[in-house]
């Protein structure tokens, strides 16, 4: 259905958006990424490798040949997010929004990815 369709591309389009808003941000703004994982209690050197596996999850969640690369490059984008959330609640900084609209947004992709790959 061609709904199915927009809100596929709207939803997974803000995400991708999102998402390289975090990647630009661990890479241009490292400084305060760095000030943030250590308020966190995470270790630093965290902070390139994640941004890469962002970035390679999403070109993986673009791709169509491969389902199941597909399917943990969502789960590992739910992880991250679900324990953004958390990470900003429990230090009580206010920044889990970003968080939310990606709780939002990766499911509306993730479901209706697989409603437009059925039809």
């Keep these: 259905m061609k709904t199915h369709k927009i809100i596929y591309f709207v939803a997974t389009g803000l995400f991708t958006a999102l998402m390289l808003f975090?990647?630009?941000m661990y890479f241009f703004k490292n400084a305060d990424i760095v000030l943030g994982f250590k308020s966190f209690g995470y270790p630093t050197y965290l902070i390139y490798p994640l941004a890469i596996a962002k970035l390679l999850?999403?070109?993986t969640i673009w791709q169509t040949k491969y389902k199941t690369i597909k399917e943990w490059a969502y789960a590992g984008f739910?992880?991250?997010v679900v324990l953004a959330f958390f990470a900003h609640i429990m230090i009580n900084d206010?920044?889990?929004?970003g968080a939310i609209i990606g709780l939002v947004?990766?499911?509306?992709s993730y479901s209706f990815g697989k409603k437009i790959r059925r039809i």
Excluded: A, T
């Design 22 to 24: 975090s990647v630009g």
């Design 57 to 59: 999850g999403l070109i």
């Design 78 to 80: 739910f992880f991250n």
């Design 94 to 97: 206010g920044e889990q929004m």
């Design 105 to 108: 947004l990766l499911p509306l």
